[in-house]
């Protein structure tokens, strides 16, 4: 899976959450569970969090093996 700021969160912790959650929760989101979180794309979740979104796209990308 190739992760974009326009992929879902959910379908990134549907396709390999153990290496995709500890990025989001160390970004500060701790809700991963919640309708909201799994709908929102990774670029939504970095601009309400404050995070360089380049930068956690690089890091899931990298933990998924891309």
Avoid: W, Y
Avoid at 11 to 17: A, H, K, P, Q, V
């Amino acid at each position: 899976m190739k992760v974009t700021v326009d992929t879902i969160i959910g379908d990134i912790l549907d396709f390999n959450g153990e290496a995709a959650a500890p990025i989001f929760l160390g970004m500060g989101m701790h809700c991963l569970g919640c309708p909201s979180a799994r709908g929102e794309s990774v670029g939504q979740a970095c601009m309400v969090h404050s995070v360089d979104a380049d930068e956690i796209v690089e890091q899931l990308n990298k933990a998924l093996g891309n």
